[in-house]
């Protein structure tokens, strides 16, 4: 269970000194700057009607990305939205196959995974098991990691599949060490 209301991606282009930015116009109360957690920096902003915002820069994905949570998260969230160009859901999932290039590809499918709702999405399930067909380990690798920020049942049959049979040991040790995570945390909150 994620433990913001909020998470809003930032697109390609977007700098950390523009969403900087957006904190500095609506006077957010920096916390801590550049915090360092599993290699990935996060700036950490209060707001005076209880709001808490994070900019994630998660660098082994190449993406930023803000969290949200408590009270006036609603308004920041909207702040954010209208000082940044940030993905929508839709425009995620669809940029997946519309990608031609293994750069823009990986960040829409990373960009996908971070912006979808909490229920599953035939969707974006049918989009993941079309690139776990690229001929591109990469972009293979990449939907075993987005489906370690969102580990839909659909999704970790994939990871199987992808486990028991793609052509990279590489992808596949990726995949085999996902879901071990995947028990684990099932074990740990007593959901096996």
């Excluded at 998470?7 to 900087?20: P, T």
């Excluded at 425009?91 to 823009?104: E, K």
């Excluded at 990449?142 to 590489?170: F, M, Q």
Aim: with cysteine; glycine share 6%; proline share 2%.
């Amino acid at each position: 269970m994620a433990d913001f209301t909020h998470r809003i991606v930032l697109r390609h282009g977007v700098s950390a000194d523009d969403a900087r930015f957006v904190a500095w116009r609506h006077r957010w109360r920096l916390v801590e700057l550049q915090r360092e957690e599993a290699e990935a920096f996060s700036d950490i902003w209060t707001t005076s009607d209880g709001a808490e915002i994070h900019l994630v820069d998660d660098r082994p994905i190449g993406t930023m990305y803000f969290t949200l949570r408590g009270e006036g998260s609603d308004r920041e969230a909207e702040r954010i939205r209208e000082g940044c160009d940030v993905w929508a859901y839709a425009d995620a999932v669809a940029s997946i196959s519309a990608s031609a290039g293994r750069d823009s590809k990986m960040l829409a499918i990373y960009a996908a995974a971070l912006t979808a709702p909490d229920a599953e999405d035939e969707a974006l399930v049918s989009e993941f098991r079309a690139a776990a067909r690229d001929s591109d380990e990469a972009v293979r690798q990449a939907v075993v990691i987005a489906t370690s920020y969102l580990p839909w049942p659909g999704l970790v049959e994939l990871i199987r599949t992808i486990r028991d049979t793609d052509a990279n040991a590489y992808v596949r040790e990726g995949a085999q060490i996902l879901l071990e995570g995947i028990a684990q945390a099932g074990k740990e909150s007593g959901r096996d």
